[in-house]
């Protein structure tokens, strides 16, 4: 059975582990061109009031994370959309955002907003089912970048 939880400081090598694999099998080409600074201290990077890390289990197994990153004081990012390749299409990563969007009404944000490449296509799929809409694209030479929104 699924359960998601906040991050403890005793899974941040389990999650490195999961998206450093991902971010390898998946994006390698583009792996260069993310930012990999919020996983050096999971816990520490999102402490602030109104930031939250999630991560998916599945019997202990870590299998998937979300975050949850201020922006500003309405504006919340949605950040960190990793799920196991075993555990894809089914609902998993669904739960997730759907997780993340009640923990950001709970603490009064007003817009939630997803940064992604064109490359992110089962990430951006799983935002648009969850109601996220095309605010901006960006084209840079081979891949586009998508920032999504949703209004809270």
Do not use: W
Not at 113 to 129: D, H, I, Q, T
């Amino acid at each position: 059975m699924l359960k998601v939880r906040k991050i403890q400081k005793k899974d941040e090598q389990a999650v490195r582990d999961l998206i450093d694999s991902i971010m390898h099998n998946e994006f390698l080409n583009d792996k260069k061109h993310y930012s990999t600074d919020d996983l050096k201290n999971i816990t520490e990077y999102y402490s602030g009031e109104k930031d939250y890390f999630f991560v998916a289990e599945i019997d202990g197994e870590i299998i998937g994370t979300c975050a949850i990153k201020q922006d500003d004081d309405k504006t919340a990012l949605l950040r960190r959309i990793f799920l196991h390749p075993h555990f894809r299409n089914k609902g998993y990563g669904l739960v997730l955002i759907e997780t993340a969007v009640d923990f950001c009404r709970k603490h009064g944000y007003v817009n939630l907003a997803f940064r992604g490449s064109s490359r992110m296509e089962r990430a951006l799929n799983v935002c648009k089912k969850k109601g996220f809409k095309e605010k901006e694209k960006i084209e840079l030479g081979d891949i586009s970048v998508f920032i999504y929104n949703l209004s809270l």
